[in-house]
Structures are given as structure tokens and as C-alpha cells.
């Protein structure tokens, strides 16, 4: 089982929609919850972090975290062509003096004008 | 100002040359990575250095080397490159360890 997973994709979602995006890891003892947008030939970028279970608003997005079911998602709101990227969960941990930063594989997302 | 710069953009070479790519950041962080991403966009940790001290070294060749004359500066050295060598990689920089990561705009390195 791959430490952090995502759906490679990829999800279309027309303009206007709603776009989920999933996200699961493995270690219980994770702390910290990021979500990254890399754009084609680009550098990641962090859109969001959250750090405790529920959600997190920031304008169009929101992140969810559900640290009992090992899950953080990412909802964006009103879709928009710019929005088409891929996204990448990140998950820090640190145990027993060793510490962890994983990214997922990312979720391509595109927005259908 | 950029506020985490590599250079080269691109670097083209041949196998068995050895080659070093450079980083710097401008924001005051103390945390400083390296990130190795291959073909299939696949991000993976290479190196982290906390104030100037190995943090964190992955599971990567001792042909690769990283060097921090300074908090602001991460070089990373490549001894004999291999083909499987040829990838994306990018620098980034963080207050603290593991906190928000900001990268730079990447190099990417091609071995033929």
C-alpha cells in the first residue's frame, strides 16, 4: 500500500462544478495535511494546509480532514479553466524522531469550458 | 524578487559527467529540500537540511551530494550520471521543518 494515494485521474468536471478531490495515507500518526497545485512544466504551489479534523474554507476551496478514516479531501468550488492542474496531497509525520513528507502521485484535474 | 531560484533551468549532458545544480532562497527559512520528480510526476524527498544540517537523506546514490555553505544556499552535486538520473528537480525552502513548502521553478536534467 502506497503511503499516500490519490486517484491519478483524469477528472473532468465541467465550468461552474464542484471538483472533489481525494486523498488517503497510511500513517496513523500524521500531523499535518497539505494540498499542492502543480501546473503543466510549473513548480507545486501550496493552496492549503490543515492541521485538525474538519473543514478548512479558503475562497473556492475547502479542505477536509478525517483523521480517523486516514482521508484528506480538496473541493473546489466553481470550477474555472484555470483550475485545470494536477493536485497534490502532502503529508507530514514525525515518529520516534523520524520525520516524513510525502506527496501522493496527484490527481490531474480539468475544467471543461 | 524570486523568492526560491535554481539554476540551471536546463541541463543537458552525458552519462558519466558530473554536474551540480544550485539553489538559493531569499525568504529567511531555515529549512531547505531537495525533490527528485521522474517522468511519471512522481514527487519524491531526495534531501532535507535545517539550518545548514542533514535532516533527512533518502534512500538516494552516494553520487548524489547535497552542500549548504549557508541556510540561504542548497547545491546539490551529481557524480557519473546515469541515464535514470534524467528528471525534474526542484528546490524548496520552509520556516520551519516540514512546514509550508515553497518551491522553485525546477531544473530539468537530461542524460543521454
Known amino acids: 500500500q502506497k503511503e499516500v494515494e490519490q486517484n491519478s485521474g483524469p477528472l473532468s468536471v465541467p465550468e461552474g462544478a464542484i471538483a472533489s478531490l481525494n486523498c488517503t495515507y497510511s500513517d496513523r500518526v500524521s500531523q499535518s495535511f497539505f494540498w499542492y497545485r502543480q501546473y503543466s512544466g510549473k513548480s507545486p504551489e501550496l493552496i492549503m494546509s490543515i492541521y485538525s479534523n474538519g473543514d478548512k474554507e479558503d475562497g473556492r476551496f475547502t479542505a477536509q480532514l478525517n483523521k480517523a478514516s486516514q482521508y484528506v479531501s480538496l473541493l473546489i468550488r466553481d470550477s474555472q479553466p484555470s483550475d485545470s492542474a494536477t493536485y497534490l496531497c502532502a503529508v507530514n509525520s514525525i515518529t520516534s524522531g523520524t520525520y516524513k513528507y510525502i506527496f501522493g502521485t496527484g490527481t490531474r484535474l480539468k475544467v471543461l469550458a | 524578487d524570486t523568492a526560491v531560484s535554481q539554476t540551471p533551468k536546463y541541463l543537458v549532458t552525458q552519462m558519466g559527467n558530473d554536474k551540480s545544480i544550485k539553489c538559493e532562497q531569499n525568504?529567511?527559512?531555515?529549512?531547505m529540500y531537495w525533490y527528485k520528480q521522474d517522468s511519471k510526476k512522481f514527487l519524491k524527498i531526495m534531501f532535507s537540511?535545517?539550518?545548514?544540517?542533514?535532516?533527512i537523506n533518502e534512500t538516494v546514490p552516494n553520487r548524489f551530494s547535497p552542500k549548504s555553505p549557508d541556510k540561504a544556499h542548497l547545491n546539490l552535486h551529481i557524480n557519473s550520471l546515469e541515464l535514470g538520473d534524467s528528471a525534474v528537480y526542484f528546490c524548496?525552502?520552509?520556516?520551519?521543518?516540514?512546514?509550508?513548502?515553497?518551491f522553485g521553478p525546477g531544473t530539468r536534467l537530461t542524460v543521454l
Open positions: 537540511y535545517n539550518n545548514k544540517e542533514l535532516i
Open positions: 524548496a525552502s520552509s520556516r520551519q521543518l516540514y512546514d509550508t513548502q515553497y
Open positions: 525568504l529567511g527559512h531555515d529549512t
